[in-house]
């Protein structure tokens, strides 16, 4: 299952500005001006880049909204179950499967007038292909504009007390998200009643979604202890927390205004969902397959006899030969039995005086070019003949 940042997803513009954008931008990147006068070679090149120009963009375009667009079987299941909820899959799939069509239909028609224009003959022919091709690809861009604009973003849910059919899409989507939720659960219920629902109406919601928090540590945290607490509710009310307490729910009475019990909500959430982590990977086959390839080994004793360890007799006097020397420098002792590169490979002085002779000719050239700038005139002789002779004189020209 690959990670997924839909947040990098381009905007999907509509057909008209597709087109408006490609088209105008094709204009300004390709040269506008021919005349009938040139060579046909050059007229067929001419509008044949344009028409390549223009399919690439498109072709570029369109593979991007096609990469960018996630593919439901490569995202987590709660985002593909979110985009089912948002967008129907099937139509998701069909917008998708659209643009790719039309991205090799534009990449054909291009290939096909591309084909025709090496054998137009004259600049009206070549135009009038240019212009069919160019056309051609609008045309299929104009058919996609229900797939286009059928791409659009997600906003942010919140749930009422409603039965699972008759929730609309805002609610479906935290009905998505608490159902791939993997943290704590905090369900705060408003004690105090002012928040314009009743307890009874709240327990019922609770109700309703608890199914969602199956397998997830919960916290049902009693809000606004500041007004009223659970001790001065009615006796039927009480009866409701010491039923939640009964199922194994912990109830937590906070206030947000005094702060009271905030502190102990977060670190029994944490606590919660820590040790709920733990169970979960001791419960799975992982912990299994690394305890089997554990192994400790206790060795037994054969008798009763004392056994020494035994050094050899060169490893021994090492061992004190380097205790009785001095102590060199680390980085001393490395660089000094490290041969300087400019000997290494040499051997003796006399070899070394010759190396050095043989690149400082090879040096000589280098030092002239590098002198040299691109605009000098460079002149080989030092003093050419046809400079430096002066104006030749009536005479033989044997010497010519």
């Known amino acids: 299952m690959a990670l997924y940042n839909f947040k990098k997803i381009t905007v999907v513009p509509s057909a008209k500005d597709f087109i408006d954008l490609t088209l105008s931008k094709t204009q300004r990147k390709t040269p506008t001006v021919i005349h009938k006068h040139y060579q046909i070679h050059r007229i067929r090149h001419f509008y044949m880049r344009k028409v390549k120009y223009t399919q690439q963009n498109y072709h570029d375009r369109l593979t991007q909204i096609l990469t960018d667009f996630p593919k439901l079987d490569d995202i987590h299941p709660f985002y593909a179950d979110l985009m089912n909820v948002l967008y129907d899959k099937d139509h998701y799939k069909l917008a998708l499967g659209q643009i790719n069509i039309a991205k090799n239909l534009i990449d054909n028609v291009a290939k096909d007038y591309v084909r025709l224009m090496k054998y137009g003959d004259s600049l009206y022919r070549c135009k009038q292909l240019k212009r069919a091709a160019l056309g051609r690809m609008c045309t299929i861009i104009k058919r996609q504009k229900q797939s286009l604009e059928y791409l659009e973003q997600v906003d942010t849910p919140g749930i009422l007390d409603h039965p699972l059919e008759d929730r609309n899409t805002i609610e479906m989507q935290a009905i998505t998200a608490l159902a791939h939720l993997r943290a704590a659960v905090l369900y705060v219920m408003d004690v105090s009643e002012q928040c314009g629902h009743s307890l009874e109406e709240q327990v019922e919601l609770f109700r309703n979604i608890k ?3 199956a397998n997830k540590p919960l916290i049902i945290v009693a809000n606004k202890c500041d007004v009223k ?46 040790a709920h982590r733990v169970d979960t990977k001791m419960k799975g086959n992982k912990v299994n397959e690394v305890l089997n390839r554990l192994h400790l080994a206790m060795p ?5 006899k004392a056994h020494y360890v035994r050094r050899s007799r060169s490893v021994t006097r090492k061992r004190k030969r380097d205790e009785s020397e001095t102590p060199k420098s680390v980085a001393r002792s490395r660089s000094s039995s490290r041969t300087p590169r400019d000997v290494s490979g040499l051997r003796d002085e006399k070899m070394v005086k010759k190396v050095k002779t ?21 002149i080989f002789d030092l003093k050419p003949k046809h400079l430096l002779a002066g104006k030749r004189k009536s005479g033989k020209t044997q010497r010519r």
Request: hydrophobic share 30%; charged share 35%; glycine share 6%.
């Open 211 to 213: 199914p969602l928090f």
């Open 229 to 274: 607490r659970i001790a001065e509710l009615p006796e039927e009310s009480q009866k409701i927390f010491e039923s939640f307490e009964a199922e194994g729910f912990s109830v937590i009475e906070t206030s947000t205004l005094t702060e009271e019990g905030v502190i102990q909500v977060k670190t029994e959430a944490c606590d919660r969902l820590l």
């Open 300 to 304: 037994t004793k054969r008798d009763n």
């Open 358 to 378: 043989m690149a400082k000719k090879a040096q000589k050239k280098m030092n002239r070019l590098g002198r040299k700038g691109e605009s000098d005139r460079h």
